[in-house]
């Protein structure tokens, strides 16, 4: 593979390893994206402690309105750090 292509494809294990936790194994829920955030974005976003920033977050990411993120939705999260480490 590619650099690009096991790029892609860590970004999806990722993905699934938090959202297979609880509930719908294919959609992170709010408390499993603030685990994903705290364990393996530490650097990029810093702790997440506070419950608005989760709140609002999560909110400006489900555009669907379901209360969970899917992959398309995680993956607007990855693009929106990306572009803040390289703007
Ligand atoms: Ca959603």
Do not use: W
């Amino acid at each position: 593979m590619t650099d690009l292509e096991s790029s892609l494809a860590t970004i999806m294990e990722v993905f699934h390893r938090y959202a297979e936790k609880e509930g719908d194994k294919h959609k992170l829920k709010k408390s499993e994206l603030k685990d994903l955030i705290n364990e393996e974005l530490p650097a990029l976003t810093g702790q997440v402690k506070d419950q608005a920033t989760m709140d609002s977050l999560m909110e400006s990411l489900d555009t669907d309105g379901d209360s969970e993120l899917d992959f398309q939705e995680f993956m607007t999260f990855v693009t929106m750090k990306s572009c803040d480490v390289y703007p």
